[in-house]
């Protein structure tokens, strides 16, 4: 049997979706993107100013930023959760989408892009989000200009 693929994704500057995109088609899944219900501005996004949105939602671990729609996951088996890192971690509407859904029995394959920082804590932060009963794989920087040939090595080395 064939498990049904989902890529689940948050990008804000576009780097996130463009590996989200070539790793959908590396897998042959699906795609949805992660919306926030408040778009970010680029006020929001700037990291080094402490009063801006993203620092202060990054600061409160509580925060959870409501996301714009959704996605029926029940047709899926496996789900690749991608996004930029902040902070040393996925931001927090990652978070929200991981509590939104019932992820019981898939398998969750977390990605990130990133400038330069590596995944951080991310594996410790979101793995606890999820049901006991899910696969998790552990999280995986991809480079910003990953090949669709390099993405499904990525894949097939999953063993999905």
Known sequence: ??????????????????????????????????????????????????????????????????????????????????????????????ETFLERYDFAGKTVVPFCTSGGSGVGRTDSVLHKLCPPSVQWKPCKRLSAVATQKELGAYVASLDL
């Open 1 to 94: 049997m064939e498990k049904k693929i989902l890529v689940a994704y948050f990008s804000c500057s576009g780097v996130t979706a463009r590996v989200a995109h070539e790793l959908a088609a590396a897998a042959g899944a699906d795609l949805y993107e992660i919306k926030p219900a408040q778009p970010y501005t680029a006020a929001d996004l700037n990291w080094t100013d402490a009063n801006s949105r993203s620092s202060r939602e990054m600061k409160d671990e509580g925060s959870r930023p409501a996301i714009a729609d959704g996605v029926d996951l029940a047709k899926y088996d496996v789900v690749f959760v991608g996004f930029p890192i902040w902070w040393g971690i996925a931001p927090r509407i990652i």
